[in-house]
């Protein structure tokens, strides 16, 4: 198999583990980072020794031998301009989510990549957990009958809740029960979603960027299966990164129960206090192994890429989550049912909405 010249832009927390990976890969032939902070800049070169390094995500878009681009920027309004440019130079795209701010951002981004024939892709790397992955194959081989009901709590600690929330003023609906819908949705294809109800509860957020500390979102699929989902932000900083997840999905012949909560590896130190090691979403390196899910995703949509393959994520399916939990936003503050697709007074709600936060 050929090899690639890859890169990655934006080299923080999850752009430094996909860097990482990356340099590990014996498909990798050369690697470039871009980053704009120069200090973490000088820490992911020292880990990775890439090709190039540079702050200045034009070098990526115009050197012509790259032709996977691995983008991990936050805010994330950068999402959309460079994907965007890193298409029309032809170059392979996984983008982390959301895959835009705007509806129309996410449907010029899916034409741009048909357009230019090149594999476009969502990190939704939930999708990668063996967990989830168990829960598609038992649905996928009738285990369970017709699913009838998907229950997803996922809850992180207030020190990751605060540093999403403090960037960029999205919901938890839009920054983390994200992933879940992802995946719910894929269990359950080919059934779409067509109403959603939510309700949002305040707290410790609040006064950091006006968001609701929890969001539960009550969605009705065409099939009639019902799929409830809860994310939050404010657990206690004890828990450094945590994040627990429940899933009960209940079917006419049988039913899954998933903890995926990380309690059962339990660090307890007179330093740090008790901690979750490997209780991350993105996962983490531990020495030679990679405890978690974005590593395999990063290498999937590079083998995607070099045996034209499917990608996992279809940017449509983002689209369709997008969708979803922008529907969740605007039924939270109207405290009414939001039918999808979105009207146009729901897309003018949307609007006003985001006008609203912007303020």
């Not at 957990?129 to 229950?151: E, T």
């Not at 531990?286 to 995607?304: N, R, S, Y």
Request: hydrophobic fraction near 40%.
């Amino acid at each position: 198999m050929r090899q690639v010249e890859v890169a990655v832009i934006g080299a923080g927390w999850c752009g430094g583990i996909r860097a990482v990976t990356l340099s590990r890969s014996a498909l990798v032939d050369k690697l470039h980072i871009c980053e704009i902070r120069p200090e973490r800049l000088e820490e992911v070169v020292a880990q990775t020794n890439p090709a190039s390094a540079t702050t200045d995500y034009m070098d990526i878009i115009n050197n012509p031998a790259i032709e996977v681009v691995y983008i991990s920027t936050t805010p994330e309004q950068s999402h959309y301009p460079i994907a965007r440019a890193c298409m029309k130079a032809g170059k392979h795209v996984l983008l982390e989510k959301p895959i835009a701010l705007e509806l129309a951002e996410a449907d010029e981004l899916i034409a741009l990549s048909h357009e230019k024939n090149v594999k476009f892709t969502i990190g939704y790397s939930q999708r990668f957990n063996p967990k989830i992955a168990y829960a598609k194959k038992s649905i996928a081989d009738g285990a369970l009958g017709k699913v009838v009901n998907v229950m997803v709590s996922r809850h992180l600690s207030r020190n990751l809740g605060k540093k999403i929330a403090n960037r960029v003023k999205l919901s938890p609906a839009a920054m983390e029960s994200t992933h879940d819908l992802d995946f719910v949705f894929w269990l359950l294809e080919p059934a779409k979603p067509v109403r959603v109800y939510s309700q949002g509860a305040y707290g410790y957020m609040e006064d950091l960027n006006g968001s609701y500390d929890c969001m539960w979102s009550t969605i009705t699929m065409d099939d009639g299966t019902l799929v409830v989902v809860g994310g939050g932000w404010n657990l206690p900083p004890s828990f450094p990164n945590y994040c627990g997840t429940w899933i009960e999905i209940t079917g006419t012949d049988g039913a899954l129960i998933l903890d995926d909560t990380s309690r059962d590896n339990w660090l307890n130190t007179v330093a740090g206090g008790t901690q979750y090691p490997m209780s991350t979403m993105p996962g983490e390196q531990v020495d030679h192994v990679f405890a978690g899910q974005m590593g395999p995703e990063t290498i999937h949509f590079l083998e995607a890429v070099l045996m034209d393959r499917e990608v996992m994520v279809s940017p449509e399916h983002a689209r369709t989550v997008m969708e979803a939990y922008s529907a969740a936003d605007v039924s939270a503050e109207i405290d009414e049912p939001v039918k999808l697709p979105l009207s146009n007074r729901a897309l003018a709600q949307l609007a006003d909405l985001k006008a609203q936060n912007a303020q």
